[in-house]
């Protein structure tokens, strides 16, 4: 009988051992999914936060490229409105340039022709046969 009562002793206090550690383990596993639950709820916070942060500069920079976009194409266009303005000039100044060029050639030449006529009249007065043309 004592043989029984040891027994159900021992068992008495391994059942209870097994019932106070189910417990202590049911409270810690309680305890660790709350806070498992309260970081994930401040994580998903902190997500929201961080895509609503990441929509906004994706805005910004949408916002930026339209307007780097535009102000590059105006920029051109200024730009060839200037390059064709030059170009232009350009070509006036050449014109000009061979219209000068071709008058000064005409100058030449004539200037030419006087002194090769005024050559030819030196070279008779010196021989004295211009006298006796007039």
Known sequence: MELLYFISGILSVGVL???RLLRTIKSSHTE?????QSQSNISSLRNADL???LEDMEGWVRDIQSKMET???EG???LNKRVDEL???A???KDKALKTELYQNGNIEKAFSEIQQLKANLKELQQGDYLSKY
């Open 17 to 19: 051992y097994g019932v």
């Open 32 to 36: 660790l999914t709350t806070r498992q």
């Open 51 to 53: 895509v609503s942060r």
């Open 71 to 73: 102000d590059h194409y």
């Open 76 to 78: 051109l266009s200024k």
């Open 87 to 89: 170009m232009n000039l």
């Open 91 to 93: 070509v006036d100044n």
